[in-house]
């Protein structure tokens, strides 16, 4: 196992240096969606229920974002490689048009129909109902926040990744004051219920996107040339088409994946008690897994960027190497950690909490259980996939790696028990190690070769 891990104190202190303000990105982030799953909870298991619900559909939408923030990565980090800032305003201007323009789409969607779109992913009209004005306000939030994540990730694929850390911490606040205020009725406003969390997403989402936008102007590390970043010319599309673009099919297709796993969930006898559940286990995952999202946002940073710099073969294999490992020992801690903390307070403090019932309870301590299974190997997979390989311009290969094992493994297999024999939602919950498993066996392979490693830019 030593020889897996570089000697060279200098990389650590580099790894800490950019890992540690995204883990608190990470960390004030999930923190906030465990808030408003507590606060949410207190209106009972439908209101959360349908926050589960609307989740669904977003997911797709999430990851779609999330592949144009990958693809601006891998590009801008070779670009500041090179110390190419004319480039880095083209590649952040086509990300933001292509953000822009689906969460656009995706919101006059949910404006025009929210119940029938809704309709797709659960029969129960209670929930539908609860999801209808929420999922109005949230996807207009998306409008906002996906714009801000992509200049954040432009920011952290420069090695500046402080300025995220200090806009999430106030976003952070602020949400929590206007949850308590807009939804429990605090502070002198009015109880608005589920439609008040929606509002306070909003409102923070377009609060964080004035902050950002302020940034733009004063940023003098990378200066933003706006005639550049507005007018990004045909060859930094076609250029983000070829490596972004595969990205972003990547994570649509990924979050369909899920959103298929979530949505055989929602169908079972019992949803609104296995919905609840599942919000919190995941919320409860999330803050966990903190830590090993910085690590593979941090791989990637580090890999494009010497790539652009020209660094030997040898020695990007070496970091490579050490940063997987790096993250399969911290996932498997942060696993060890998240079942040993659940099972000892979860059914006296923290299920209460969210006032899930005695049901809810009893499936959800068993969902941790089995998302505490699967973390190394997701750890593993994400730095490798996400961090080492995207980074090092290996996108095609790494979007088979990260796609077909969901595809071919844990969707039809969580049909199959779920729709089909109807078994209980822990062969359902199954399906994830299904996935880890066999995508761990293709991404080490590919790692262990040379073809990883493309200059893109």
């Not at 207190?42 to 609307?54: F, I």
């Not at 710099?309 to 990007?316: A, E, K, V, W, Y």
Request: glycine content about 8%.
């Amino acid at each position: 196992m030593e020889r897996l891990f570089i000697q060279d104190s200098e990389f650590y202190k580099r790894v800490i240096r950019l890992a540690i303000p995204i883990i608190l990105q990470n960390l004030l982030t999930n923190t906030l969606n465990i808030i408003d799953s507590f606060i949410v909870g207190s209106l009972g298991e439908t209101a959360l229920a349908a926050v589960t619900l609307t989740n669904i559909p977003i997911k797709v939408v999430t990851m779609f974002s999330f592949g144009a923030q990958s693809g601006v990565s891998i590009l801008i980090s070779q670009y500041w490689g090179k110390r190419d800032k004319g480039s880095i305003n083209r590649a952040l201007g086509v990300g933001l048009w292509i953000v822009t323009l689906v969460n656009a789409i995706y919101s006059f969607i949910i404006i025009k129909s929210p119940v029938g779109f809704l309709s797709i992913f659960s029969n129960e009209p209670a929930i539908i109902e609860e999801a209808r004005q929420y999922a109005v306000l949230v996807s207009l939030s998306y409008l906002f926040n996906t714009f801000s994540l992509v200049y954040l990730a432009m920011l952290r694929s420069t090695e500046r990744p402080l300025f995220g850390t200090y806009v999430l911490s106030g976003s952070t606040l602020l949400k929590l004051f206007l949850d308590f205020a807009l939804i429990e009725g605090k502070f002198g406003s009015a109880s608005l219920g589920i439609y008040g969390a929606g509002m306070a997403t909003l409102i923070t989402r377009v609060v964080e996107f004035l902050f950002i936008l302020g940034h733009m102007f004063t940023n003098k590390v990378v200066p933003i040339q706006w005639r550049s970043l507005l007018l990004p010319g045909k060859q930094m599309v076609l250029r983000f088409a070829k490596n972004a673009g595969t990205v972003i099919f990547n994570e649509t297709v990924w979050g369909l994946g899920i959103s298929t796993i979530s949505n055989v969930m929602s169908h079972m006898e019992g949803s609104v008690a296995i919905l609840s559940a599942y919000s919190v286990a995941t919320n409860v995952e999330s803050l966990v897994t903190s830590i090993c999202s910085g690590l593979h946002n941090t791989a990637a940073v580090i890999i494009g960027s010497e790539i652009g710099s020209g660094r030997r073969t040898s020695i990007l294999k070496k970091m490579g190497y050490s940063l997987v490992a790096l993250a399969l020992t911290v996932g498997f801690c942060a696993g060890l950690l998240m079942y040993l903390i659940s099972t000892a307070i979860g059914e006296s403090l923290i299920f209460p909490i969210f006032h899930l019932s005695e049901e809810a309870s009893d499936i959800c301590l068993m969902m941790i259980g089995v998302l505490s299974l699967v973390l190394p190997f997701r750890a593993l997979n994400n730095t490798a996939v996400v961090g080492v390989l995207r980074g090092g311009g290996d996108v095609r290969v790494a979007a088979l790696i990260d796609v077909l094992p969901l595809w071919i493994g844990a969707v039809p297999y969580a049909l199959f028990v779920g729709s089909v024999l109807h078994a209980g939602i822990f062969w359902v919950m199954l399906s994830y190690l299904v996935q880890y498993l066999i995508q761990t066996a293709f991404a080490v392979s590919r790692l262990r070769s040379d073809r990883w490693i493309h200059q893109v830019t």
